[in-house]
């Protein structure tokens, strides 16, 4: 007999009748999010008008990435506009999920440094701050990954093909940016001359606070030629190829760089710097001086003022030459004195650093700054200068220490140092965990904190629990809130009141429950989308993020291994099913990176299709992870793999938003991880592996990879099966490189940490076993988020780095009587 229709089941039959001969879905999604998009119009222009009348400070965060997702959702539930829409939707026989699906992910960022810019605005909007995020209008965005026999294949990600209904193009506030030219030292004073201008056209998305009716800024920039770009000395027939010239202007927006981690000293990505740069300071100074204050407006003129009303905060070193572009403003165009410009670039700067890996600090060649910004070079010289002068008279006669704390780096090729263009333009330096703001102290940066300690911060990162709990997980969401009310959401601090219910069986049920219908929707989600059948009763073990040496899938390969090697010698035994996924993109050009997906693939092909194995493992590589696929698989988690070199990852922000959806932690003591063992309490993370001093140790003594390899059998017998070709038996030398890098140049000690490792998760999947005890230590996790909310992040940065105060009292709606 055939099983009566659910509610869900009839629902996505109406959708299906009802977009049948009808005008593209892709229509009705356009309809809802430009309906949805009228109830953000005015609040945003009620906002600014606010802003304009208030004149409070302002910050502007820059940055080159804002890994957004999709728009749609998130302000539904930000504008408390979901149940409405569900119900509007579900009347015209639409299905909202269908629609939602349509949105593109605005894909404007690599990972966790966009990222974490995404949740910032979120959270800026939620405090009522002042605050505008200024970044690159990339037409083509992260790329779309495929994976084609087991191989990484890269396609661009055309995400405005359909247009973008989050955004209004604003062309009365285009700017000129200037490139190339010369410079011109005259009696009136420096002039760069000569220059190649490229427009700077801006897009602004709103970014909505949470439920205060606040709506802030994202301007976005687009690279447009001038109309007479290459148009003056054409010859005959010449009018044609100057007109497609245009291209080489516009090119500057045309697609982000799509490193993580790692610096590419490209001429185009410099000019994205100075671009983005260049046309936010001149909106900063423009809103700064046609500003109104009470009943009168006026034009502001001293600018010695300006760190009292605004507020940079560079986001990595992309957007360094902010400093540099700044004191040309001031002095060139503004005419201050040098010293006086100086002290107002210093107060208005704050350098985030996100980094301590030497291959991701950028170093740009002064050659290629001599030719793109020769003015700017002169002032990064003069900068120079007067900060070795103050370095000479404190430490006199200390060479060594001139040299390691110059802006230039003197070599085969000179180099500009940005990082340290950064701290010393900067009036706040901070990390983004504890433990990476005390490595930046005590290692990288020593010099400059021995120099200005006061500049140092710590300011560990958050993430937002609008997009991250609640919009993704609404399920887990109303379990809490039916606990704790629904506050908990503007302040998560609260989530310790859940300590209370850590034994209470019916929490401890509904909890579980929801873990598991979440596992059951992404098993059909796979089912659908990748045609992979997996076990939602089994453990699922992710970890999914960029693929890079230092965050050690190949460590989680390893013990893949282990564990198929261990089932098949003992099959009868009672093992605890599991699903291990692995995702993440890896760069185009890191050739280590895309071996390690072709691994995990073909370790994959073995595993799975071995019938002694069964159900017991299944291996999974999640094709083309981005923010949509990242809100569906973190519910879903059990176990979340956070494994990088102690001393490595600066932060993570993925490690939070598992803790916070229900998964539990296997971990080394590495970035935020730290604290997230501190706030649950250790016992309730899997903790393993090297301690940072313990890497330090095995630095200073050398780390001897083949030790391990001829000590450990079943360490011995894995690497034996990649190099003997037993996951790629029509290529057995497929791997030869990674076995050599593993053997002889592993930066990141892998085998150093493996045996910790697999008892490690052995105790992970001992505990798999019992649900409560399980559960309950999901329960104290979940407890412990409150300090990884980035409303807690934003609201230091706010006190301690820009002198602003902020608050969740709401403003008046634009529909508001009052």
Not at 142 to 150: E, M, T
Not at 388 to 407: A, F, Q
Not at 480 to 486: L, P
Request: net charge negative.
């Amino acid at each position: 007999m055939a099983k009566p229709l659910t509610d869900q089941d009839k629902r996505k039959q109406i959708s299906v009748r009802g977009l049948a001969g009808v005008e593209n879905v892709r229509d009705y999604y356009f309809a809802l999010a430009n309906t949805v998009r009228d109830h953000l119009v005015g609040r945003w222009i009620r906002t600014q008008q606010h802003y304009y009348e208030k004149d409070p400070k302002r910050v502007y965060y820059l940055s080159l990435e804002f890994y957004m997702g999709r728009t749609l959702q998130n302000t539904m539930v930000n504008l408390a506009l979901e149940n409405a829409c569900d119900e509007a939707t579900y009347q015209l026989g639409l299905d909202m999920e269908e629609l939602q699906d349509i949105e593109e992910d605005a894909g404007l960022g690599n990972g966790g440094l966009g990222r974490l810019a995404a949740c910032f605005l979120d959270s800026m909007a939620s405090l009522g701050l002042a605050a505008y995020g200024y970044g690159i209008r990339y037409e083509f965005g992260i790329f779309n990954q495929k994976i084609s026999d087991g191989w990484q294949v890269e396609e661009a990600d055309d995400w405005l093909r359909y247009g973008n209904p989050w955004e209004k193009a604003r062309p009365e506030y285009m700017r000129p940016v200037h490139f190339y030219g010369r410079v011109e030292h005259t009696a009136e004073g420096v002039k760069w001359v000569d220059t190649q201008v490229v427009l700077a056209l801006p897009y602004d998305t709103p970014v909505p606070g949470y439920r205060n009716n606040i709506v802030n800024t994202m301007r976005l920039w687009s690279a447009k030629a001038p109309c007479d770009f290459n148009l003056k000395d054409f010859n005959v027939g010449g009018y044609i190829q100057a007109v497609l010239d245009r291209n080489l202007a516009e090119n500057i927006s045309r697609v982000l760089y799509p490193n993580d981690n790692f610096f590419e000293g490209k001429e185009l990505r410099l000019k994205q710097e100075y671009f983005v740069v260049a046309a936010t300071l001149q909106d900063i100074i423009r809103r700064f001086k046609a500003s109104k204050f009470g009943s009168t407006e006026f034009v502001r003129l001293d600018l010695s003022t300006l760190p009292d009303k605004v507020a940079i905060q560079l986001n990595d070193t992309h957007p360094a030459l902010a400093i540099p572009e700044l004191m040309r403003i001031l002095v060139d165009i503004e005419k201050l004195s040098w010293e006086k410009a100086w002290d107002i670039v210093v107060r208005t700067c704050a350098y985030t650093n996100h980094t301590v890996l030497p291959e991701a600090l950028e170093r740009w060649p002064v050659d290629l700054f001599q030719n793109l910004l020769p003015r700017h070079l002169e002032i990064i010289y003069e900068i120079n200068r007067r900060h070795l002068e103050r370095i000479t008279k404190l430490y006199p006669g200390d060479v060594d220490r001139m040299r390691r704390m110059s802006l230039i780096e003197e070599g085969d090729v000179k180099k500009i140092n940005m990082a340290h263009l950064c701290i010393v333009g900067s009036h706040a330096v901070n990390g983004v965990a504890r433990i990476h703001s005390e490595i930046i102290k005590n290692t990288v940066f020593k010099d400059f904190y021995d120099l200005d300690p006061e500049k140092f911060q710590n300011k560990t990162n958050g993430i937002t629990p609008r997009r991250w709990l609640v919009m993704c997980n609404p399920g887990l969401a109303e379990v809490i809130a039916e606990r704790i009310g629904e506050d908990y959401i503007r302040d998560l601090d609260q989530l310790k009141k859940l300590l209370d219910f850590v034994d209470d069986d019916v929490f401890i049920q509904d909890v579980a429950k929801v873990k598991q219908e979440n596992k059951m929707k992404f098993a059909a989600y796979l089912e659908e989308h990748y045609k992979v059948k997996i076990n939602p009763r089994s453990m699922f073990d992710v970890q999914v993020k960029r693929i890079h040496e230092y965050k050690r899938q190949l460590l989680n390969c390893l013990h893949i291994i282990t564990l198929y090697n261990r089932i098949r010698k003992e099959p009868s035994k009672s093992w605890t099913p599991r699903t291990i996924m692995i995702g993440g993109k890896a760069a185009p050009g890191y050739h280590t990176a895309k071996m390690i997906i072709k691994l995990i693939t073909s370790i994959g092909d073995i595993v799975n299709n071995d019938p002694v194995v069964g159900e017991r493992l299944k291996v999974i590589f999640l094709e083309n992870y981005r923010v949509t696929l990242a809100e569906k698989v973190i519910p879903a988690a059990d176990l979340s793999e956070q494994i990088s070199t102690a001393g490595t990852e600066a932060s993570g922000t993925g490690n939070m938003k598992f803790m916070l959806n229900g998964a539990l932690t296997i971990g080394t003591m590495d970035g935020a991880n730290v604290e997230m063992a501190e706030e649950a309490g250790e016992e309730n993370l899997f903790i393993f592996g090297m301690r940072v001093d313990d890497v330090e140790a095995m630095d200073k003594k050398g780390y001897d990879a083949v030790s391990y390899y001829n000590r450990i059998p079943e360490l011995k017998q894995a690497m034996d099966q990649i190099s003997g070709g037993f996951f790629s038996p029509a290529q057995p030398d497929l791997f030869k490189d990674l076995i050599n890098m593993l053997m002889h140049h592993d930066r990141f000690k892998v085998f150093a940490d493996y045996e910790d490792y697999i008892k490690c998760q052995e105790k992970v999947s001992a505990l798999y076993k019992n649900p409560k005890e399980w559960t309950k230590m999901v329960i104290h996790n979940i407890a412990g988020c409150g300090k990884f909310s980035s409303d807690r992040t934003i609201s230091q940065y706010a006190r301690e780095i820009w002198g602003m105060e902020p608050t969740l009292e709401k403003i008046a709606a634009p529909d508001d009587p009052r």
